[in-house]
């Protein structure tokens, strides 16, 4: 259905999840694909496993100095970069902003919101400097579109991104068309895998459930049903969407149950 053949593409935060269900996805529609992460034995195994198109670099999005790297190491071994999906992101423990830690606001500030600027800053950049445009999509989160109490940090980072994505796509729109950056957000839901492993999810009992209700349709999503949309959004079906921030949340958004 989408073809990305010749296109150089980026994720962050590849390795599992939402990250490498997208990095295959962009491996079987023929693009050339970067993947960041920061372990090297589930990189290395991603990469062996999607074949020869996939080069993973060891980069943890918290740290300056491996972001800019990591870049170089793209613009030494491609000279370009057509789309990037910043995905790499984490969450604190469940609790009231009262009794949270500082360090556990400052680890998901820096990852999620630092994180997403740091990559996104360089990618615009690349993009810029080869004039011929380009697409970024970043992870916020149903979370980040309607708060939900006992998880500010998240919250708080996952609405910054909205932000960013929102101000940065109206300073790129209005580029030639042949030069437009476009950039978006998608916004899952609960989805299986990653921060909801199974070890997690059958650990948390109640935690669960209260996931599943804040649903309308009651259910986890699955890594493919976000990757669809990241997809559609990477892709050239999406030509006239820029700065939106798109639910993938079973109806979270729509409102409370």
Not at 18 to 24: L, P, Q
Not at 148 to 155: E, L, T
Not at 217 to 224: N, P, S
Request: one cysteine or more; glycine letters at 12%.
């Amino acid at each position: 259905m989408y073809d990305f053949s010749g296109k150089v593409c980026l994720v962050t935060g590849g390795t599992s999840g939402i990250g490498a269900r997208v990095s295959e996805r962009l491996v079987e529609a023929g693009a050339r694909l970067v993947v960041f992460g920061r372990d090297k034995d589930k990189g290395a195994s991603l990469a062996d496993r999607l074949g020869s198109t996939c080069h993973f670099i060891q980069c943890d999005v918290a740290d300056s100095l491996q972001v800019r790297q990591a870049f170089a190491q793209i613009e030494r071994d491609h000279g370009r970069l057509d789309c990037a999906f910043n995905n790499a992101g984490v969450t604190a423990k469940y609790g009231v902003m009262a009794d949270s830690c500082g360090d556990d606001w400052e680890r998901v500030i820096n990852i999620n919101v630092n994180g997403t600027y740091r990559c996104m800053k360089h990618e615009l950049q690349m993009m810029l400097a080869h004039g011929d445009g380009g697409v970024i999509v970043n992870t916020s989160s149903c979370a980040g579109v309607m708060p939900i109490g006992g998880q500010g940090a998240y919250v708080a980072s996952k609405q910054a991104i909205n932000a960013m994505t929102q101000a940065a796509a109206i300073e790129n729109a209005h580029l030639k068309p042949d030069g437009c950056i476009r950039i978006n957000a998608v916004a899952p839901g609960p989805i299986m895998g990653g921060m909801n492993s199974e070890e997690r999810l059958l650990a948390a009992p109640e935690n669960t459930q209260r996931k599943i209700n804040v649903t309308a349709m009651k259910r986890f999503g699955v890594a493919d049903e976000v990757a669809n949309a990241v997809l559609w959004l990477l892709s050239d079906h999406s030509s006239y969407v820029t700065g939106v921030i798109m639910p993938v949340d079973g109806g979270y958004a729509a409102g409370k149950f």
